[in-house]
C-alpha cells in the first residue's frame, strides 16, 4: 500500500483549512473547491470516497467531539426543535424530496427516487455551526444546529436501509419499516445507556493519562461498533455516549483534560479538513456512467433536486417553528419567544455533506435479481451537485444573510460579567477551604507559600473582571493581555536558561524535559485564565 497519497492529502488538507483562517471563506468550503479544481489536474492520485472506511472510522471520532463539546442542559432544554429537525425533517425529506426526483426525472422508480431522498436528507451542520460560532449567532440557534447534527445522520442512514430493501427487490413494508426504525433508534440509544455508565468508570479509574487517552481515542468505535453489530443504530450510541461522557468531564484528571482536548483537537481538524476535500476530489467518479444522459438534462435535473432540497427544508422549518407555539401554551411559556429570523437561518442553514457521499457511494451495483441498480450513476451525480450547490451556495451566502437579517449577536459583555460573577463565587469557596485547611497542623505552610496560595487565587478571581476594563491607550491591549504576554516572555526567558544548561551539560536532555513540561503547564494556566 502507498502511503504518499493518504500523506499527501492530509498536508494538502490541513495547509488549506489552516490558509482558510486568512481568508473571509469558510474551511470546508474553501476545501470542497480545491478539491473540484484538483480532481482535474493531471497527476493527481485517485481519491475513491469508500463508504466501508467513512461510516465505521470517520462519522463516529467526529460524532464524538461533536458531542463532547456540546451542551447536555442546552439539548435537553431545546429538545423538542432538534427533535423535529433530526427525525421529522430528515424524514419528511426523504419522502418529500424522493417524491419530486421521482416525478421530474423519467425512468426513475420511486423505490430509487426514495434512496435518493434519504441520501440527500441530512445536513452536515459542521459548516454551519462555524459560520454561526464565527458571527456570534444566539446560542440558541447555534444549539439547535449542532443537535440536529448529532441525530440526523441516524435517521437519514435508517431510512436509507429500508428504501434500499424495498428498491433492490428484498421486500420492505410500512410496518417493516418502522419496525426498523425503532430497533435502529431505541437500540442505539439503549446501548449508549449500557455503555456509558461503565465507560466513564473506567475513566475516572485509570491514573495513566496515557491509557485514559488511548481509551479516549477508542470510545467512538466502540460504541458505534457494538451498536451495529446488534443491528441498531451506531450513531446514536456515540452520540448518548459522549454526551454523558462531555457532561461528567469534570471529574476526570486534569492532566487527562490537557492531553485530551489537544488530541481530539488535532484529530478532528484533520478528518474534518481531509473529508471537504474529498468531497470535491470524487468528481471524476460521479461523471463517469452518465453516458446515457446529456449535458442539459443533468444540469435540469440536478438544478431541480438541489432547488427541491432547499425548499422542502423551508416547507418544514417554518410550520415545525410556529405551529406547535399556536397549539401549546406550555410550549410558549417554557421556550423563548422567537420570529421569522431565526427559522430563515436555521432552514438556508441546510448544507449536505460527507455523510450523504457516503450513504451515495454505499448503493450497491446490482438488484435482488442480478440486475443493475436503476439510474445509480445518476444518484451518485444528485447527490455530489445537491452537496456541492448547499455548501457553496448556502454556505458562501449564509455570512450575509445573517448580517442582513440583523440578528443580535451573542452579548459577549454579559457573559463575561456572568463568568466573572461565577469565578468569584467559586473563589470565595476555595479561599474559605484554603483557610479551613490551614488551620489544620497537618497542613502547615511557611508563610510564602500560604500567600502565594492566596496570589494565586486572587489572580484568577480578577483575570476575568479585567476583561471588562478599558484597553491599555498605548498598546490597544486589554489588562488580560498584557498579562498574557508579559507571562509568555517571563517563561519563555526561563526556557532559553533550561536549554543553555542543557547544551553545557549541567543538566540532562530528561531534567530539561521535566522543566520544560512544567513551564508548558504554567504557560498553558497563564493562558486560560487570560483567555
Known amino acids: 500500500m502507498d502511503a504518499l497519497p493518504l500523506v499527501a492529502l492530509i498536508a494538502a488538507s490541513a495547509a488549506i483549512a489552516g490558509a482558510a483562517r486568512w481568508t473571509p471563506v469558510p474551511a470546508p468550503l474553501l476545501l470542497v473547491t480545491v478539491g473540484l479544481i484538483a480532481a482535474f489536474v493531471p497527476g493527481v492520485p485517485d481519491y475513491t470516497l469508500d463508504p466501508h472506511i467513512v461510516l465505521p472510522l470517520v462519522l463516529p471520532p467526529l460524532l464524538h467531539k461533536a458531542a463532547v463539546d456540546s451542551s447536555y442542559l442546552d439539548l435537553r432544554a431545546n429538545l423538542r426543535p432538534v427533535a423535529l429537525l433530526s427525525v421529522g425533517y430528515v424524514l419528511f425529506a426523504t419522502v418529500a424530496v424522493g417524491y419530486i426526483a421521482h416525478v421530474l426525472v423519467p425512468d426513475l422508480p420511486l423505490t430509487a427516487a426514495l434512496v435518493l431522498g434519504a441520501v440527500v436528507a441530512p445536513p452536515d451542520a459542521v459548516a454551519a455551526t462555524a459560520i454561526a460560532r464565527r458571527l456570534g449567532l444566539p446560542n440558541r440557534i447555534t444549539t439547535i444546529l449542532q443537535g440536529e447534527s448529532l441525530v440526523n445522520d441516524a435517521t437519514a442512514i435508517t431510512a436509507y436501509k429500508v428504501a434500499l430493501a424495498a428498491a433492490v427487490g428484498e421486500g420492505a413494508s410500512w410496518a417493516g419499516g418502522i419496525g426498523e426504525f425503532a430497533l435502529a433508534s431505541l437500540g442505539g440509544v439503549g446501548v449508549g445507556l449500557v455503555l456509558m455508565v461503565p465507560i466513564h468508570w473506567l475513566r475516572t479509574h ?35 455516549v459522549a454526551l454523558y461522557l462531555g457532561h461528567r468531564s469534570w471529574q476526570v484528571d486534569f492532566e487527562t483534560r490537557l492531553q485530551e482536548e489537544a488530541v481530539w483537537r488535532m484529530g478532528a481538524f484533520i478528518l474534518e479538513s481531509s473529508v471537504f476535500a474529498l468531497i470535491g476530489l470524487q ?56 420570529n421569522w429570523t431565526a427559522p430563515v437561518i436555521v432552514g438556508w442553514a441546510g448544507m449536505r455533506g460527507v455523510v450523504s457521499m457516503a450513504i451515495a457511494f454505499s448503493i450497491p451495483m446490482t438488484m435482488a435479481d442480478g440486475e443493475p441498480f436503476p439510474a445509480r450513476n445518476l444518484i451518485l451525480f444528485l447527490t455530489f451537485t445537491t452537496v456541492i450547490g448547499t ?22 459583555h454579559a457573559e463575561t460579567l456572568a463568568e466573572a460573577q461565577a469565578q468569584s463565587q467559586a473563589s470565595q469557596a476555595a479561599e474559605r477551604r484554603l483557610e479551613e485547611l490551614l488551620e489544620d497542623e497537618r497542613n502547615a505552610l511557611p508563610g510564602p507559600l500560604a500567600d502565594r496560595l492566596r496570589t494565586v487565587l486572587e489572580r484568577r478571581r480578577n483575570a476575568v473582571w479585567e476583561r471588562l476594563g478599558a484597553v491599555n491607550p498605548v498598546t490597544g491591549e486589554s489588562a488580560d493581555d498584557t498579562y498574557r504576554r508579559l507571562a509568555r516572555e517571563m517563561i519563555e526567558a526561563e526556557r532559553e536558561v533550561f536549554v543553555q544548561l542543557r547544551d553545557q551539560r549541567r543538566i540532562d536532555d530528561e531534567m530539561m524535559r521535566t522543566l520544560l513540561r512544567r513551564l508548558d503547564l504554567e504557560e498553558a494556566a497563564a493562558y486560560r485564565e487570560a483567555s
Open 206 to 240: 485509570l491514573k495513566e493519562a496515557l491509557l485514559q487517552n488511548t481509551l479516549s481515542l477508542l470510545i467512538p468505535f466502540v460504541a458505534y461498533g457494538a451498536a451495529e453489530r446488534v443491528g441498531a443504530s451506531g450513531v446514536l450510541a456515540v452520540v448518548v
Open 283 to 338: 468528481v471524476p467518479y460521479v461523471v463517469a456512467g452518465l453516458s446515457g444522459y446529456s449535458v442539459g438534462e443533468m444540469l435540469i435535473y440536478a438544478v431541480a433536486v438541489f432547488l427541491a432540497v432547499v425548499v422542502v427544508r423551508f416547507v418544514w422549518v417554518f410550520p415545525a417553528t410556529f405551529l406547535p407555539r399556536a397549539l401549546s401554551r406550555r410550549i410558549r411559556e417554557r421556550e423563548p419567544d422567537t
Open 391 to 412: 455548501l457553496v451556495i448556502q454556505g458562501l451566502t449564509l455570512p450575509a444573510l445573517i448580517r442582513a437579517l440583523k440578528v443580535p449577536p451573542r452579548d459577549e
